[in-house]
């Protein structure tokens, strides 16, 4: 794989804390992350689609202690008024241990403060590429029981890592969908390197155009707004099919199994959403 395992994932416990914390600004931070925000000071902040309680043009949050030489990025959405109108703006902000860092939100011309959308996509994203740790894809293929008789699609692929691993470990079929250029690029070249082309196929493709039926293992690591969008979609699949998500749930489906992991990778704890098809609404 040509990108960093550890280039970061949402972190649960620091997002936690960005909510409800606003220590001193300059304090000892030894291995957790500063971070002070400028912005507009009627804006309301979302963490990871969470409301934060700080008020005010500056809000500072600190980490707790981080894994030292790990990337950490959060999805922070803030929305204030301007010429009378809501404006909302999106932008993605990574950290690392020990690191104190100010970002100014207020300049919404930066590029980077609007919402992102890569050359060629065609419409934003709707998930940042966050790859999953190697051995937490190799649990999730495990969990599913794969054969060579199954036809595997990952939704939103990113660098091609769970459909090659399940075509080289368990020779099956498998096909991954990714909206952005820069992605399906990377795993079609990844896909060549370890010569699975036979059977592994990469497309250029919003994931809410894929037709289901063909699958009978779906592989997600998206958020659980788009989890839930996508039901209507995981309903097409046969009955058996198995529905495999890192770390988030689809909302209003109790999931078959919940397997939790520790990366070695990481260091973290991941979760592990199985669902067998047909859906069944709580
Ligand atoms: C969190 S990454 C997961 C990558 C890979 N499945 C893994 O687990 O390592 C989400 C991926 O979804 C892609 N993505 C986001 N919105 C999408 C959309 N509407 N259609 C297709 N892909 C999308 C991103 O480009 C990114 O590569």
Known sequence: MTRSPNMG???????????????????????????????????????????????????????????????????????????????????????????????????????????????????????????????????MLEIASITEKDVLYDLGCGDGRIVITAAKKYGCKAVGFDLDPDRVQESRENVKAKEVEKLVTIEKKDLFDVDMKPASVVTLYLLPDVNAKLIPQLEQLKPGARIISHDFTIKGIEPKHTVPVTSKEDGQKHMIYVWIAPLKKK
Not at 31 to 50: C, F, H, K, N, S
Not at 101 to 128: F, I, N, W
């Open 9 to 139: 994932r949402w972190h649960s416990a620091w997002l936690c804390l960005l909510l409800a914390a606003a220590p001193a600004w300059g304090q000892e931070s030894g291995q957790r992350a500063t971070l002070r925000i400028r912005l507009p000071a009627d804006a309301r902040l979302l963490v990871e689609g969470q409301e934060t309680k700080q008020t005010g043009a500056n809000r500072t949050f600190t980490s707790p202690p981080l894994t030292p030489g790990k990337k950490f990025n959060y999805t922070f959405e803030w929305t204030y008024r301007k010429d009378g109108k809501p404006v909302t703006r999106t932008r993605t902000i990574y950290v690392r241990a020990g690191e104190n860092k100010e970002v100014d939100l207020t300049k919404e011309d930066d590029q980077t403060s609007k919402k992102k959308e890569p050359e060629g996509a065609g419409r934003e994203l709707d998930v940042p590429f966050v790859p999953t740790p190697q051995d937490v894809v190799d649990k």
